[in-house]
């Protein structure tokens, strides 16, 4: 396999040489001497994890059950401090079934104030999905193919409106590859039906126009499973077709093992090609026993205890390090979605978190976020303004805040290689 020639490992395209000519309020310069605190406070690159979590706790319901069979733990109060220590973008459940189970009854109040929980401090905020055939409503199943498809189209029009301004973010459609032919009796579905019969195209362009009419402003995902050729077919078709996609969506769950640089850096280049970002979207490692390689659906295989092992976690440690130099080092990977802070209500209860069932960090935890909120990360420096009122930032592509004598301002240095920005404080 040829190695991949759009990786960079020196991370060149994550930094800025930023000239920041500081100015006070009535816009003079400020004076040669004067002390500038400089301060990463966010990555440009969008570190994620699920938020599922902390639904329950922005809401003061400590204990709560968690909102999908997808991850969330049992009690978040103890895990917020290890979730805002180092990441920075919360992927939100939106899944139809959970948010919606009566007709009529959305859970918005709650998801507004999970959003809200994580705006407030900091994060970025994406949800998922508004389209899926998992997970659906069930109440779908009773109306014909043309009420589901005005239901949908209702529901994305609903939610994006509800939530522009603090959800960024959406997989506008999830797992589109199989969602027509999905043959699971057990959860054959509205959605399902209305992908038969419209086709997959036709239902894609149903969620993005729709989402887009909400909110011009959000960044819609295509999102997949599926990293063979029928998805490329379909982002082929999709974009043939006039679709406006704003970023690729590619899950990685590595529940048999991981992938390698090899071939990450192959899916990668493949999915590069069509010329967007790549967000990587559903991402795990394991600390423990592998998934027998043998299992296609990784959903039939839920052993009855999983844990974490000392052995599994020197593992994922060294392979979430790996991993991510990998995502990182190749210029169209915009996002990487971790999904699951902790063992507790983790998907499949496998042992993919980060942090153990009883709050304890793994050795995963320390080694990436002494990676992201450290050897990535551009920490307080004071700089001298020279004559013209100018320091020279050398730091990371991302949010910084700017400080002189109690004053301050917040400035995105979002631009590659050398840049010139004025800063008022």
Known sequence: MAPSTSADPTLAHRRT?????????????????????????RHAFAFGNIGFDMVALANGETGAAPDSPFGGASDATHLADLWFGLYDTATLPFYWGGFEPVRGRPDTTRLLAAARFFADRGARVKGHPLVWHTVTADWLRELSTDEVEAAQRDRIRREVTDFAGLVDTWDAINEVVIMPVFDNEEHQNGITRLCWERGRIATVRMAFEEARAADPTATLVLNDFNMGTAYECLIEGVLEAGIQVDAIGLQSHMHQGYWGEERTLAVLDRFARFGLPLHMTETTLLSGELMPPEIVDLNDYQPASWPSTPEGEARQAEEMLRHYRTLVSHPSVQAVNYWGLTDDGAWLGAPVGLVRSDGTPKPSYDALRGLVRGEWWTAPTTLVADADGTVEVDGWLGDYRVQVDGRSADVSLGTAGPATVDVTL
């Open 17 to 41: 040489r930023a000239r920041l000519t500081v100015r006070d309020a009535a816009g003079a310069p400020l004076s040669a001497g004067t002390q500038v605190q400089v301060e990463q406070v």
